[in-house]
């Protein structure tokens, strides 16, 4: 993936790569989440400095932190990892940057991967930045280095919001070279604009309000938005995938195809619904772009509620523009995903749901818990909330109920969101104790095998620190902490589990036994790394 080739086929994920590390981008920071987390991989393979944080909150700050020393990042995480970053984005805002800073959100509509299917163009009107949708991998490549020119010419930090069909599919991206050349990497002293202490973030959140205004006065004439022709009768206000899908369903409509949604330019927009009969607003999702625009007065069709869930295709397209109720066929039933054969999580909830436990579950390869066989998991809300739910029900339930609850987290998990749980659980520990198992199978398995703090080695396989979780548990005074391997013992693991619930106590038990995919993995590059050095 050369910047200088002339035609590659390249999905959208690796398009954002190749724009980041052409336009000099300094440093790559975010969490993997699907749809998102082949942006690093390429971007890492293709020589940039890449970076898994342990949450997408520490990934953005690392991110903002470049950015204030002049140089240009970007930080890339799904959807709901917006949610665990939003704190320092709202702020950033205000602050502002001195180098470029992309944010990349990478929306999951339907819920390929995802425990929600939120529409993160909400998160741009709230925290007051700008955000580019590309439709395509050729505006994924684009639209990152516009993001990067934005951000370093308004000093702005800019959501380029990308959704899976997107991010996934492969199309021909003809490369191009950023404006202009990286800034050398200098911090200046300005404690009145980077300190949002009342005082200074009161004129800080004024002239975020004017910048955002002459960003939407940019915007009515900035190429980001054009008009394809077509037939006046009919015409259609769209973006990102939505306007791929809606020009195959009626390609002779005329259509407003917009690039950068937030600030959206509003007199372009006006000017369009006037020179057609009938407008009709497509996106996927909620009716935000809809919304936007009745708020300013134009009259446009949305699409009827029943569309707002899951992704949008041609056909379904082709229904909202006729006026026709939606009837997509039910997709095929296909077998329900399942652990892996011989992975020791089938242990652990083998074990969970013979002591009749009541489990307080997490997000990772082991949330499979919850399906049959086992149905072990019962509750499954966001990345770190087993330890702190758990703990919730434990202080409510009868003690004999309360007795039997389990918090499961995975490794990765444990580190990105879980250790303040944790501290909960020392700080305000139940009466009946409880009981945290941490599943360590050495990798962030559920995203595709990726590196964490707790496994010794950097995104690019390189060695790092290691953090252990029962460490961090000891250090934190928890007593009751043990290392157990269900798979070499597995009666002894239940005999430890049914003390533990008896106890009284709090107790942290790491069940410890590598991933057999991961092993293979670290096999495979160990074989590499061998050859490679033979061969030199």
């Known amino acids: 993936m050369e910047p200088d080739t002339e035609r590659i086929l390249l999905s959208g994920d690796e398009a954002v790569a190749l724009a980041a590390r052409s336009a000099g981008v300094a440093l790559g920071a975010g969490y993997p989440g699907t749809p998102s987390t082949e942006i690093l991989e390429a971007f890492s ?15 953005l700050e690392v991110a903002i932190g470049a950015a204030f020393a002049g140089a240009r990042a970007i930080a890339t995480m799904k959807h709901v990892g917006l949610n665990v970053a939003a704190d320092p984005l709202f702020t950033a805002a205000y602050t502002g940057v001195k180098g470029g800073l992309a944010v990349v959100t990478a929306d999951d509509p339907g819920m390929a991967s995802s425990q929600n299917e939120q529409d993160n163009r909400h ?65 200046e002293r300005d404690i009145r604009g980077l300190v949002m202490v009342p005082a200074y973030a009161r004129p800080a959140h004024r002239r975020l309000r004017k910048k955002l205004a002459e960003i939407a006065a940019w915007n009515e004439t900035s190429g980001m938005n054009v008009i394809l022709p077509g037939d006046a009768s009919r015409g259609i206000i769209a973006s990102g995938i939505s306007a791929m899908h809606a020009r195959e369903a009626d390609p002779g409509a ?213 953090v252990l979780p029962e460490r961090l548990a000891e250090a934190m005074g928890i007593e009751r902490v043990f290392v157990a391997d269900p798979v070499a013992d597995a009666a002894g693991f239940e005999r430890l589990l049914r003390e533990s619930l008896d106890c009284r106590k709090p107790s942290v038990i790491v069940v410890r036994r590598p991933c057999l995919l991961s092993a293979r993995k670290l096999k495979a590059a160990a074989r590499r790394a061998e050859e490679g050095a033979r061969s030199r």
């Not at 393979?45 to 990934?59: H, S, Y």
């Not at 741009?124 to 490549?141: N, T």
């Not at 909620?286 to 869930?309: N, Q, S």
Request: aromatic share 4%; glycine share 10%.
């Open 123 to 187: 998160y741009a009107r709230a925290a007051g930045v700008p955000m580019l949708e590309p439709a395509d991998s050729q505006e994924a490549h684009d639209f990152t280095l516009a993001a990067l020119e934005i951000s370093e010419r308004w000093g702005i930090p800019v959501l380029l919001r990308m959704t899976t069909r997107v991010c996934h599919s492969k199309t021909v991206v003809r490369p191009r070279a950023a404006s202009g050349p990286a800034m050398q990497p200098h911090f």
């Open 254 to 466: 005329r259509m407003l195809k917009l690039g950068c949604t937030h600030p959206l330019p509003m007199n372009a927009i006006r000017d369009f619904a006037a020179s057609v009969r009938r407008c009709t607003v497509i996106e996927e999702g909620d009716p935000w772009l809809a919304g936007e625009i009745r708020a300013a007065g134009m009259t446009v069709e949305a699409k009827p509620e029943e569309y707002r869930f899951g992704e949008l295709t041609v056909n379904r397209v082709r229904r909202i523009l006729r006026g026709e109720p939606d009837s997509a066929a039910a997709l095929p039933r296909g077998n329900p995903p399942q652990l892996c054969p011989g992975c020791p999580h089938r242990v652990v909830f083998e074990t969970l749901g013979r002591l009749r436990c009541i489990v307080a579950g997490d997000i990772g390869c082991y949330t499979l818990g919850a399906l049959p066989p086992f149905e072990a998991m019962d509750t499954c809300v966001c990345m770190g909330a087993s330890i702190t739910v758990g703990l919730g029900m434990r202080k409510v339930l009868p003690a004999a109920e309360a007795a039997r609850v389990v918090s499961v987290t995975g490794d990765s998990t444990f580190m990105h969101s879980g250790i303040p749980g944790l501290l909960e659980m020392v700080y305000n520990p139940p009466e009946t104790g409880h009981v945290a198992l941490i599943l360590d199978n050495g990798t962030t398995a559920m995203t595709g095998l990726q590196e964490h703090p707790g496994t010794g080695r950097s995104l690019a396989g390189e060695p790092a620190a290691a």
């Open 45 to 59: 393979a293709l020589g940039g400095r890449a970076e898994w944080a342990p949450n997408e909150k520490a990934a």
